[in-house]
Structure formats: C-alpha cells, structure tokens
C-alpha cells in the first residue's frame, strides 16, 4: 500500500479519490475514504501473487545498484558509445525528472549522444503505461534517427560459393547463425545460404553449396535507416540483411532480433 501511492501522483490521487469517504463513515478502525478501501483491496491482491520476502532481495539489488563509478555518473558512463534516449515523467516521485537530466549531463560530458525529453502528465510513476501516445510519439522520434549502421554485427561469419553443404552447416551450428553470407575472393556480396537452404539440401542429397544459394539477395546500406531494413525484412518475410558498401562489399548484417531488440512493438 505504501509503495502503491508512489507511483501516481498527488494531482491524480486527488482527482480520482480526493477526500470523499465511504457510504457509511465511522471513527472505528475501518477504511473511512474511498482511497483507504482502493489501497486495501490494492495491498490484498499483491500479497496473493507476491512473496514478501522478496522485497528483501529487491530492496538489495536496489541499495547495490549505482549509475556511477568512484562516485561520478560522468566516469560512470566513460565508454559508453550507444546513443541515447531519456525519457522522464513530470510528475514522477520514484524517478524524479532531475535524475534523467543528470545522466544525460553525464552522458553529454562523455561526448555521447544523449538526449533528454519529458512526458508531462498527472499520472506520476504510471504515466509510461498510460501516457502511451507521448511515449510512441518520442520512441518513433528517436529511433528514426538510427542507421543500420548503429546495429549492424561486424564480426559476422561467411563462406565462399565453393564450401560444401556439411562444412556450411557445421560453421552454422557451431555458431548459432542462420544465414551465411556467400562472399567471393575480394569480399564482395555473391548471395546467401540459409539454414532452410541447407536442411532441403540434405533433404535432396545434394552436397555442393553452389546449387542452393540465393543470388537475388536483399540488402541495405549502412548509412540507411532502421525502418528500411525493417520494411524489407517484413515485405520479403526473411529475418537477416547483409549490410555492402558501394562497391557491393560485405561489411555487416542486420537481423530482424537486433531491430526488435531496439523498437519492441512501438509503431
């Protein structure tokens, strides 16, 4: 019940309880206000589905846990080469906005990319779940800022057009990728196996890796944005992009888990 009224504010509480009383208002021991028998029955429900005891280990995390290093959130975020976005509630108690503001000072002082922006609303704490028009409207914002080249994987794995189908598929199992780039001799984009590929070529008992590649492969630059590769993926319904250069060099790839890692289900 205590940790309840934390997380909206005084103003919604207020107009959603103010000071009106049961229908039946007495100096007994009994809930007298509305907002007593709403944090009753908000108290009754959680202690059926959580454990106590857990708030000791919680409680733990949170005195352990700290942004900062020797002290400075600035040293704290030395390193840190991701761009940002810090979202804070105005009316929020648990996190209060000069908190994100902090970070992103801290975060600017690095040479990061950060940037702060404010959901203004009543709701204090439970403004991220109900406040979901301003949130989306920052996420979109923010996120078509970022290019595939902010998510692609670098250290990614290939093979050449003369690899056999069993060393392929031994170089996928061993680690954990779906698709394979084929390059040729100077690194430039041939075509792609899939693990598709590969398990209907064992099917079909063919043995050279030549005979399933796709050659008419879907890819995206990196200087282009998340949302393109997003869009390709979904049109063409595959789950994996090669990232070239200009002159059709691999440089990368993008998966569709590194996306929604990123967007969630926003939009």
């Known amino acids: ?133 301003q949130l989306n409207y920052l996420l979109r914002g923010f996120l078509s800022q970022i290019l595939v080249s902010d998510i692609m994987f670098q250290n990614f794995y290939s093979v050449s057009r003369d690899e056999t189908i069993e060393n392929a598929s031994i170089l996928m199992v061993k680690k954990k990728v779906n698709h394979l780039p084929v390059i040729s001799e100077d690194g430039k984009l041939e075509g792609i196996v899939t693990s598709w590929d590969i398990t209907k070529a064992v099917a079909c008992k063919i043995t050279g890796l030549d005979e399933i590649i796709t050659r008419n492969v879907k890819y995206v630059y990196a200087g282009e944005k998340i949302e393109t590769a997003s869009s390709i993926m979904e049109n063409y319904s595959i789950s994996a992009l090669p990232v070239i250069d200009s002159e059709n060099r691999i440089i990368g790839m993008v998966t569709s888990e590194s996306i929604s890692a990123l967007i969630g289900r926003f939009g």
């Open 1 to 133: 019940m205590i940790g309840h009224i934390t997380y909206l504010s005084d103003a919604s509480m207020q107009k959603k309880f103010g000071r009106d009383q049961q229908d039946e208002a007495s100096a007994e021991l009994f809930p007298n206000f509305q907002v007593e028998s709403y944090l009753n029955h908000q108290g009754d429900t959680f202690t059926k589905r959580f454990d106590a005891n857990s708030y000791l280990y919680i409680t733990k995390a949170v005195d352990f846990f700290d942004l900062s290093k020797n002290g400075s959130l600035i040293e704290g975020f030395s390193g840190v080469t991701a761009k940002y976005l810090v979202i804070s509630i105005t009316s929020d108690w648990l996190y209060p906005p000069y908190q994100g503001q902090e970070i992103v000072s801290a975060l600017n002082a690095n040479g990061v990319d950060a940037k702060y922006e404010e959901i203004r609303s009543q709701y204090g704490h439970d403004a991220f779940l109900l406040e979901e028009g």
